[in-house]
């Protein structure tokens, strides 16, 4: 049973740093694109960035130079480092992976940017 499940969020300064990590199990995790993305009340969803089995990534253009995704093949994690924070990037984050017709949520984490 395919699962993702996040960690990291919290609530930090503007101009502060956050890391967040999703964790897969049950799905053969170097074949997926694994992607981050976030919805702020009120807003669709949107992409923050991904990066492919092969490790090419992109991003929103939002938090392009801000936010880098990477993904750890033998611990089956995908990170997005945050950094430079803005209150704008206020939203949930969601972990996604991907693959063919398959294609898996986590449950969100709060990221919170206020003074």
Sequence with gaps: QAQLVESGG???????????????????????????????????????AAVTGTGHTNYGESVKGRFTITRDTAKNTVNLQMNSLKPEDTAVYYCNGRWFANNYWGQGTQVTVSS
């Design 10 to 48: 919290g609530l930090v300064q503007p101009g502060g740093s956050l890391r967040l990590s999703c964790a897969a199990s049950g799905i053969p995790f170097s074949r997926y694109t694994m992607a981050w993305y976030r919805q702020a009340p009120g807003k669709e969803r949107e992409l923050v």
